[in-house]
């Protein structure tokens, strides 16, 4: 009697902390499942069990939805509410300020915080959660007019990567309309803007500096790049306002869906998988609750390996297509969560690692991907000043936090969650990559060198 009294009570208790802070719409029953009962998950001393995170509506905040609708977060004893937020804007000022216990954030946004651009703040990300996943898209007029620029194949169809040489002319014919050339990106610090930065500065298109005094980064601009919510991008673009965009999905094959534009490229082939989003705490939240951070990782991580399961991604559009993750029709979403990708309408292309959660140690924080980001900054003015090659190092080692992921990944191998291979044996540094679209090589150990490369940017002396 007293074993059933006591189960009760643990239940009913459970029950009412899940009607408390939980999602009513999720598919899960508010009460812990056998199959949690019976994991093997070692529960760590969890100091704040009740979490509450943000997202913004892209196919890349899939880990969360993931963590929360298979249980993953449950077993950690956490009890997470993920809310969509309006802008990354909102995002980054929500979990600075604590309304937000993390979020899915861009990559630059914890980088820009630590280095002295736009909101200062000391932020970390234990957990990398995906690799590619934008695109570039063009309206149908400006399509029309790159494709004669564009190689074909003996059917007739462009041959990929199209690189912005393509939409070189097309810029000079709308500034002799009269029409300066607008793009849109999602935020000044995103992998976006760098992307499009890169992609149309390869191609010896100016797409503008940022000065201390000057932070719309257009001085000098042949493209005026300005910024657009990811789920605006379509609408923006049908109304004319901007000509093109660099988005995350599923927001470029919407505009093929409503025939209203043509991807592209991807950044796959702009910088072969690159990384993505991360997942942002506060360094004072780590701090204060360290085993909480590292049990948010470990949910995160076994998301993103569920999510790398091919036969996982169908189950994942359903999950993503709910009204409070993404809420996009579902076939819109799997034209790239399921391994393709389609650019003109009726060219659907094979690309099986257009999203990457978990492969190629999509997860972990690698310095090198946060330096790269550093480069961009410096390299467009962002950062208005020359740094020194250890100020890259140190400055991102304060905010890319591997020593908190491999806390994590270790006891999932314990758990027999993970093989230990797929734990790197890593500095935190990749190896030197030309996985370019225009082949420059990258080195985080010479971010300089690196900078001193490119024909358009700042240059630094070593």
């Known amino acids: 009697m007293k074993n059933i009294f006591t189960s009760s009570v643990l239940t009913l208790s459970l029950a009412l902390v899940f009607t408390a ?5 999720s598919k899960k029953a508010e009460t812990v499942s056998e199959e949690a009962v019976a994991s093997k998950t070692k529960m760590l001393d969890i100091e704040k069990p009740q979490l509450t995170f943000g997202f913004i509506k892209l196919t890349d905040m899939a880990p969360l939805a993931i963590a929360k609708e298979k249980g993953f977060f449950e077993e950690e004893g956490l009890f997470v509410s993920v809310e969509a937020q309006s802008n990354w804007k909102n995002v980054l000022d929500r979990v600075i300020d604590g309304q937000l216990d993390g979020s899915h954030m861009l990559a630059g946004q914890p980088i820009a915080a630590g280095a002295g651009f736009g909101r200062q703040a000391e932020l970390v990300t234990p ?6 996943g934008n695109g570039i898209t063009v309206s149908n007029d400006v399509w029309s007019k790159m494709k004669p620029n564009v190689p074909a194949d003996s059917d007739g169809k462009p041959i990929h990567p199209i690189k912005a040489d ?28 760098y992307e499009l930065r890169y992609w149309l500065a390869a191609a010896g ?12 980064g257009q001085i000098d601009a042949e493209v005026l790049l300005s910024v657009t919510p990811p789920p605006q991008m379509p609408a923006t673009l049908e109304s004319g306002t901007i000509y093109g965009y660099c988005v995350g999905e599923p927001w470029n094959q919407q505009a093929v869906f409503k025939g209203i534009g043509v991807p592209v490229t991807t950044n ?3 910088w072969k998988n690159n990384p993505e989003k991360v997942f942002v705490m506060t360094k004072q939240f780590v701090e204060q609750n360290p085993n909480t951070a590292i049990a948010v990782t ?14 996982n991604r169908a189950e994942a559009v359903e999950i993503l297509s709910m009204s409070q993750y993404v809420g996009a029709p579902k076939e819109v979403l799997a034209n790239s969560m399921t391994g393709t990708f389609e650019f003109e309408k009726g060219d659907k292309r094979e690309m099986p690692d257009f999203n990457v959660f978990y492969k190629y140690n999509a997860t972990y924080p690698f310095y090198s991907d946060g330096i790269w980001f550093l480069t961009q900054m410096r390299r467009w003015g962002q950062i208005p000043e020359s740094k020194s090659s250890d100020w890259y190092a140190s400055t991102i080692k304060d905010i890319y936090r591997p020593d908190i ?7 999932l191998v314990a758990e027999g969650q993970i093989p230990a291979a797929d734990v790197p044996d890593t500095d935190g540094y990749k190896a030197a990559t030309s996985d370019f ?24 002396k070593k």
């Not at 939409?167 to 976006?192: D, W």
């Not at 992921?405 to 006891?411: S, T």
């Open 127 to 132: 957990f990398s959660m995906d690799l590619n």
């Open 437 to 460: 679209i225009d082949g420059t090589s990258y080195d985080a150990k010479d971010p300089i060198g690196y900078i001193n490369s490119f024909s358009i940017g700042n240059k630094d």
């Open 205 to 216: 298109i100016h797409p503008g500096m940022y000065t201390a005094d000057n932070v719309q």
């Open 21 to 25: 802070c939980g999602d009513t719409k």
């Open 166 to 193: 393509a939409l070189k002319p097309v810029i000079t014919s709308y500034k002799n309309e009269g029409k300066p050339f607008k793009m849109g990106m999602v935020f000044p610090v995103s992998t976006h803007n």
């Open 405 to 411: 992921w491999k806390k994590a990944a270790d006891l």
């Open 298 to 311: 470990k949910a995160l991580i076994r998301a993103g390996k569920w999510l790398d399961e091919p036969s």
């Open 268 to 270: 796959y082939d702009i």
